[in-house]
């Protein structure tokens, strides 16, 4: 007679705990044409960053912390252009951030915020996906996982739904309408994701929402931390983005990747993604055990932090092409 045991599955996986700076400051998010542009424009960029990041280290010590934890990164589009290589383009970004008095600890590429040494990191999120309907909705618009848009509240009704509602609404139109309005909407509809001949494209938007969530330390796969940092090279960088560390520690001396709040100083450009990064976070049933751990460590600091993922977010949003 053999001996058997049983258990669940999900027993196994204890969620893991991740060390955790006071804030995680991103200090650049650039594109291709920020880089064809040459290193004058790196130099701009960081000239502007430089009195912000003073700021935000400063603001962070008000809380009485006397050394507060800070980090910075780097993010790099390696998603939806890949222009030049690692070899060429980090030793550039790392000479003109020091001649602006910056230090660089991390450098992520935004591919990673797909996959990540071979997890799925926006498909899982898009799995914990849960909208909020707003008040009244009928059901006539599809859910998100199926047309790949999400909406902080209601759409303006289609042609067929005005007709069946012309009975009760003397007008032939109607607004949409903020979910959580402060009298007037403020109303916006965000495009996650496209597929074209079998393939599937995140939206920026989308990706900015799982880097989000991966400086909040709030991801994880079968309760293992994701996106982890690995050391800079030896030998330096290689010609290739896909040999390159989804997370690469440039500073051996840095604080944890992961901290209890963000702060992203950004041209001004980005400013209508990261509201959609807001609306996105704002319906995530983001992993409870990873919840819970940063609840601990945070009341062990006492480090007070907002219920609302999307409000422990920050920007500062500066001049730029």
């Known amino acids: 007679m053999t001996d058997a045991v049983f258990r669940e599955t999900t027993a196994d996986h204890r969620t893991q705990s991740v060390p955790f700076s006071h804030v995680s400051l991103e200090i650049g998010h650039l594109y291709m044409e920020d880089f064809e542009a040459g290193p004058e424009r790196l130099r701009e960029h960081f000239s502007q960053v430089r009195p912000w ?17 800070v980090s910075t990164c780097f993010l790099v589009d390696d998603y939806f252009s890949r222009f030049s290589s690692p070899a060429e383009l980090v030793p550039l970004v790392l000479t003109e951030a020091e001649r602006c008095g910056l230090t660089i600890d991390y450098l992520a590429r935004e591919s990673a915020c797909d996959v990540a040494d071979g997890v799925r990191l926006a498909e899982a999120v898009e799995h914990r996906l849960v909208e909020s309907p707003p008040p009244g909705s009928d059901g006539s618009r599809p859910p998100v996982k199926e047309i790949g848009w999400l909406a902080n509240g209601e759409r303006t009704p289609g042609v067929e739904r005005l007709e069946a509602m012309a009975n009760d609404l003397p007008p032939s139109w109607q607004p949409p309408a903020e979910t959580a309005a402060r009298r007037h909407s403020v109303f916006m509809d965000v495009e996650l994701w496209d597929d074209r001949d079998g393939r599937r494209t995140w939206s920026c938007p989308f990706l900015a929402a799982v880097w989000q969530l991966a400086r909040l330390g709030l991801l994880r796969h079968r309760g293992e931390p994701v996106l982890k940092p690995r050391a800079r090279p030896d030998g330096g960088y290689p010609r290739d983005w896909a040999d390159l560390a989804p997370l690469t520690r ?20 980005f400013l209508p993604v990261e509201h959609a990064v807001r609306v996105i976070l704002g319906q995530i049933e983001v992993d409870s055990g990873a919840l819970r751990q940063v609840a601990e460590r945070s009341a062990g600091e006492k480090v007070t932090l907002p219920d609302e993922i999307a409000d422990r977010v920050s920007h500062v949003f500066c001049a730029g092409p």
């Open 53 to 69: 990041v003073d700021a935000v280290r400063a603001s962070a010590a008000n809380g009485g912390r006397a050394r507060p934890r």
């Open 250 to 269: 440039l500073n051996p001396a840095a604080q944890p990747f992961a901290a209890y709040r963000t702060c992203s100083v950004l041209p001004s450009r």
